[in-house]
C-alpha cells in the first residue's frame, strides 16, 4: 500500500510548493512530513493557508509549518476498521497515518473510506449579471453561456466542482436567465442536481443570496459565474469547518516586489534601510463559504453587494476569515482576460 501514498511522503527540507503540488495531485489532503524516513509531522492544506498569513512564502521549508505532534496510529496497535473510525471522528480529524516499528508510514487511513454518502453540500453559482464588461458579446448570450474551452463558462465550473464530490447546485439568474436554464436544465445530462433562483431585478453581488430557501444545515459554497481557477473547492470547505467559520472569503495572494530600495526616516535621520521590500496584497477572489444562518441577514428582493454584508456581519460579531492562495485563478469578466485565458490552453494547469 505504500507505493500509493509515496507521494505525499515528503523529506522535512521540501520546499511548500513541491507540498502544494502534491496536495493537488493527489487529493489526499495530507503531506507527511519526515526526516530519515521517520514521520515526524503532518502538512494539510489548512497549515500553508495559514502560512501564507504568517508571511512564509513557496519556497520556505515545511518543517517550519508541520504539525509536529501529528495523530497516528502503530502496526502493533491492531485497530479494527470500526476502532480506526471512532479515533478519526473522536479527534476530528479525516486522515489518519499508519506507522511501523520504525516509525516510517506505511499507510493512510481516510474518513471517506468508511462513508458511504455524497456531499450534501450546496453549490451556489451567482449568474444573475448583465455582463457589461463583455459587450458586445453579451448582447445576445449571457455571461455564464460565454465559452472558454469549447464550452461554456459555468459547465467548465458545475465539470470541476462535481469531480470534488459536488452534486447539488444553484444558480441564481436574471439577465438572459432562459437561455442559461434551457442550456443546463435541471443537470441530469451532467450527473448533478440544479435548481434556480431567479432574480425579479438585479441584487447586486450577495443579494440573491437571500432568496435561497428550503436547503439543509451544511455549509453552503459560493462562487461568481465567472472565476476560473484551479484551487480544491474541497479544501476551501474543509477549512472553513476547520476553523469554524462563518463565512470564509477566498483571497488570492498578491506579492509585488518593489524595484528601488526604501528608506525610512525620523526626521532627518535614517532609521532603517529595505532591500526591494515585497508588498504582499490580498484580491477577492469571489469564491466564499458560508454558514446557513447567514441567510437571515441578507433581506429578499432588496440589493445588496458583499463589503455591505461584511459590514453587517461585523456588527452582529461574527467569525469571518480568509482562505489565503497562490493557485492560478482569472476573472473571465472581461475581454482582456477572456481572450488571455483562450489564447493559454494550459492556462490554469
Known amino acids: 500500500m505504500i507505493n500509493k501514498y509515496q507521494k505525499i511522503i515528503l523529506d522535512s527540507k521540501s520546499r511548500i510548493n513541491l507540498a502544494m503540488k502534491r496536495l493537488n495531485l493527489t487529493g489526499l489532503k495530507i503531506i507527511l512530513v519526515t526526516s530519515k524516513k521517520k ?4 502538512i494539510t492544506d489548512g497549515d500553508i493557508r495559514r502560512a501564507f ?3 512564509y512564502d513557496l519556497n520556505s521549508e515545511i518543517i517550519n509549518i508541520a504539525n509536529r505532534k501529528p495523530i ?4 502493533k496497535q491492531k485497530l479494527d476498521n470500526n476502532k480506526i473510525y471512532k479515533l478519526m471522528l473522536s479527534k476530528k480529524i479525516d486522515r489518519l497515518p499508519l506507522i511501523n516499528s520504525k516509525k516510517e508510514p506505511i499507510l493512510l487511513y481516510r474518513i471517506e473510506d468508511f462513508l458511504d454518502e455524497k456531499k450534501k453540500n450546496i453549490f451556489f453559482i451567482m449568474a444573475g449579471g448583465e455582463g457589461k464588461r463583455l459587450l458586445p458579446i453579451t ?4 455571461k455564464p453561456l460565454v465559452k472558454i474551452n469549447n464550452q461554456p463558462i459555468i459547465l467548465n465550473i458545475i465539470k470541476k466542482a462535481k469531480s470534488e464530490g459536488f452534486y447539488k447546485f444553484i444558480v441564481s439568474v436574471n439577465y438572459l436567465a432562459d437561455k442559461i436554464i434551457n ?5 441530469d445530462k451532467f450527473g448533478v442536481k440544479i435548481s ?3 432574480e425579479k431585478k438585479f441584487l447586486g453581488t450577495a443579494g440573491s443570496i ?6 439543509n444545515n451544511y455549509p453552503i459554497l459560493l462562487t461568481n459565474c465567472d472565476v476560473i481557477t484551479n484551487i480544491k473547492y474541497s479544501n476551501l470547505l474543509d477549512y472553513h469547518l476547520q476553523n469554524k467559520a462563518f463565512l470564509t472569503v477566498g483571497v488570492r495572494i498578491q506579492d509585488s516586489k518593489n524595484q528601488f530600495g526604501l528608506i525610512n526616516l525620523k526626521g532627518n535621520k535614517v532609521e532603517s534601510f529595505l532591500e526591494k521590500p515585497v508588498t504582499r496584497n490580498y484580491i477577492n477572489s469571489g469564491i466564499y463559504v458560508f454558514d446557513k444562518k447567514l441567510i437571515k441577514f441578507v433581506k429578499k428582493n432588496q440589493k445588496l453587494d458583499f463589503p455591505n454584508l461584511l459590514s453587517i456581519l461585523n456588527k452582529n460579531n461574527k467569525r469571518i476569515i480568509v482562505y489565503p492562495f497562490h493557485e492560478k485563478w482569472i476573472d473571465i469578466g472581461t475581454k482582456k482576460n477572456l481572450k488571455k485565458y483562450n489564447s493559454k490552453k494550459k492556462y490554469l494547469t
Do not use: S, V
Open 39 to 42: 514521520l515526524i509531522g503532518t
Open 53 to 55: 498569513l504568517k508571511k
Open 72 to 75: 497516528f496510529i502503530t502496526e
Open 139 to 142: 448582447k445576445r448570450i449571457p
Open 183 to 187: 442550456f443546463l436544465g435541471n443537470g
Open 196 to 198: 434556480y433562483i431567479r
Open 210 to 215: 437571500g432568496l435561497i430557501d428550503k436547503i
